[in-house]
C-alpha cells in the first residue's frame, strides 16, 4: 500500500458539488492499494499512520501525535500513486482492481475508527475535488514496499 499523508488545517472532498467529507485539524492521506496488498499489510499501515507524531509540542518539536491534538482524517483512495511512469502517458496496471482495493480501503477505514478517530472520506472510483489548507507544510510518504 502507498499512502502520501499530509498535515492539514483543513480538508474537504466534494463529489458532483456535494461536500461528502471535511475536516479541520488533521491529515489528508491519499490512499492506494497494490496488488500483492493484504489485511495484514493494511492493519500495520494503518497502526503506523495513527501514531504518526509531526504535530509540534510546546518546544516547537514535531512529538504530538493526531490523538493528542484532537485531529482527525480525510481518506482519499488514488489509484495513480501506483503509476507506471516509465512514458509520458501513464499506466495503472500496478494498481490492485477493485475486488481487492476496496475492501482494503475500506479495512483502512475501519482500522482508523476503531482507535478512536473520526474518518471522513471520498467515494472510490468516483471524480473527486480535493481541497487542502496545507500545515507546515508537513507530506510523509508510506510505501510498505519499500522497507521490506
Known sequence: MRAVVTRVSSASVTIDGVVEGAIDRGYLILLGVGPNDTQEVCDKLAEKICNLRVFEDEKGKMNRSLEQVGGAMLVISQFTLYADTSSRRP???YAAKPDLAIPLYERF????????FRVEHGQFGADMKVASVNDGPVTILYDTEAHK
Open 91 to 93: 499506466g495503472f496496471s
Open 109 to 116: 477505514l475501519d482500522q482508523c475508527r476503531q482507535r478512536g
